[in-house]
């Protein structure tokens, strides 16, 4: 059972004539199967738009903090503070995580769920910028990222595939994907060649004694060439 989200409005200091704006953000999709209005009414389309001002305002704080990185480093630095774990985290940070309403087919906890406290996340930023416009939307996110991002390092991923898909989906929807160019004998044994694509673009190559490390590979390549600059 979900707290009232006057409770949470009052705890951030959050004073607002349009309470069911901060309801909206926090419904998930599986309380219409419950909802009597016969509206659609749930996060989604308000976590469309704090997906973008999130983007923003993190880019911007990557890029006045950080003047000694290049727009490859920039891009890097900002995909780790805009990750499912990341905001997530953000989003339990908050407390969010207590107020959100589902319906009886979402058995889980919500706060057991990175990606779903991910999505409440965006959608209550998307909520508070409606409710009481950018300035406010930007300091909120600035008190939460500000000091995280002024102290960020880049990463040595450990998952280049999945550190690549990030890079790519804070801009795009689409997924990266891995095709096999070739097979080699060796005397050390067979390897095998993929290339990293974006659509139809190469974004890299790799050779491995198994496809998974040949993709690993390859995505460690687009990431050392910063390939996908030329995308953006």
């Given at each position: 059972?979900?707290?009232?989200?006057?409770?949470l409005?009052?705890?951030?200091?959050?004073?607002?004539?349009?309470?069911?704006?901060?309801?909206?953000?926090?419904?998930?999709?599986?309380?219409?199967?419950?909802?009597?209005?016969?509206?659609?009414f749930?996060?989604e389309?308000?976590?469309?738009?704090?997906?973008?001002?999130v983007?923003?305002?993190?880019?911007?704080?990557?890029?006045?903090?950080?003047p000694?990185m290049?727009?490859?480093?920039?891009?890097?630095?900002?995909?780790?503070f805009?990750?499912?774990?990341?905001?997530?985290?953000?989003?339990?940070?908050?407390g969010?995580?207590?107020?959100?309403?589902?319906?009886?087919?979402?058995?889980a906890?919500?706060?057991?769920?990175l990606?779903?406290m991910?999505?409440?996340?965006?959608?209550f930023?998307?909520?508070?910028?409606?409710?009481?416009?950018?300035?406010?939307?930007n300091?909120f996110?600035?008190?939460?990222?500000?000091?995280?991002?002024?102290?960020?390092?880049i990463e040595?991923?450990?998952?280049?595939?999945?550190?690549?898909?990030?890079?790519?989906q804070?801009?795009?929807?689409?997924?990266?994907?891995?095709?096999?160019?070739d097979?080699?004998d060796?005397?050390?044994?067979?390897?095998?060649?993929?290339?990293a694509?974006?659509?139809n673009?190469?974004?890299?190559?790799?050779?491995?004694?198994?496809?998974?490390?040949?993709?690993?590979?390859?995505?460690?390549?687009?990431?050392?060439?910063?390939?996908?600059i030329?995308?953006?």
């Amino acid at each position: 059972m979900s707290r009232p989200i006057k409770e949470l409005l009052t705890k951030m200091g959050i004073k607002t004539q349009n309470e069911t704006l901060y309801e909206e953000a926090l419904t998930h999709s599986s309380h219409n199967a419950i909802n009597t209005s016969g509206q659609h009414f749930d996060y989604e389309r308000l976590e469309f738009l704090g997906d973008s001002l999130v983007g923003f305002v993190v880019g911007q704080l990557c890029y006045r903090l950080h003047p000694e990185m290049s727009e490859g480093d920039l891009s890097v630095l900002k995909s780790q503070f805009i990750r499912t774990e990341f905001e997530g985290g953000l989003g339990l940070e908050l407390g969010l995580g207590d107020y959100v309403q589902v319906g009886p087919s979402y058995t889980a906890d919500p706060k057991k769920s990175l990606s779903l406290m991910e999505d409440i996340f965006e959608s209550f930023t998307g909520a508070l910028y409606l409710d009481k416009g950018f300035d406010v939307a930007n300091e909120f996110l600035i008190s939460l990222y500000y000091e995280r991002i002024k102290n960020g390092k880049i990463e040595v991923s450990e998952n280049p595939k999945s550190e690549l898909q990030e890079l790519l989906q804070a801009d795009y929807k689409q997924a990266v994907t891995y095709r096999l160019i070739d097979e080699e004998d060796h005397a050390d044994g067979h390897y095998f060649v993929m290339g990293a694509y974006f659509e139809n673009f190469e974004l890299g190559e790799g050779k491995g004694k198994s496809k998974k490390e040949a993709e690993q590979n390859a995505a460690r390549d687009a990431l050392a060439k910063k390939a996908y600059i030329g995308l953006k």
